[in-house]
């Protein structure tokens, strides 16, 4: 039976680790890290989202501002609300919560985020940072799996890793960080001839496409470990991953569950992403 791979655990250690970096910066240098978010319109998810990143903001010291916009703001209004915060001392690290109201160029927006001030790690510049193997802000779920990577123990270099997924948030960011640590990757997504094939062949499977259970636990190879990104809803309601978890649990040597695994990491992140924002932009 599987090791669970306890994500709240380690993203109360991550936070705890912000929190007294974000006492250091204020002792020895008299600033306290700001985060703020960029919110256009009323997604009801979005509102939920942007409340446990302000509260996990106030739990680590970290001061945190809102910028909300109306629904009918228009591409140039929310693009001079970026620019204003690309100026502000105070603010180290912005957030363009997304999906925007569909009117407004998404890709345009995050654009206008000042690189160093780039909390969410999806900045095109830091994007071209990460395949470079230069320093920036990393994607915050990917940069969450690799800490519970690390936290696990599991020794990268060499080992197999599968990615079922490409999104430019999670998948293509993921399959750069396992590459950079000397991981044999391979990108997978709906198009991958032989899927349980390519996935069985696996000492590290990261399922990230958001299809409830769609990776079987009869791929799994034995004591490979398993990290599901996915949050979905089953037939019955309940919430499941993109992993059948109970098939799986009996042949991977570890895996997160669904919720408590990858899911508290991406706010941890995001907060260690402001904190070293700060701590570059104070030299």
Known sequence: MAKIIDGKAVAAQVR???AEGVRKLQREKGITPGLAVVRVGEDAAS???VKNKIKGCAEVGIHSVERHLPVD???AEVIAQIEALNRDPAVHGILVQLPLPK???ADEVVLAVDPAKDADG???MNSGNLLLGRPAPRACTP???MRLLDEAGFELRGKRAVVVGRSNIVGKPMALMLLARDATVTLCHSKTPDLPGVVRQADLVVAAVGRAELVKGDWIKEGAVVIDVGTNRSEQGTLVGDVEFAEAEKRASAITPVPGGVGPMTVAMLLANTLEAARRLAG
């Open 103 to 105: 009117h407004l160029n």
């Open 143 to 145: 940069h969450g799996v």
């Open 122 to 124: 999806l900045h095109p």
């Open 16 to 18: 705890a680790e912000v």
């Open 47 to 49: 509102q939920v989202y």
């Open 73 to 75: 703001s228009t591409q």
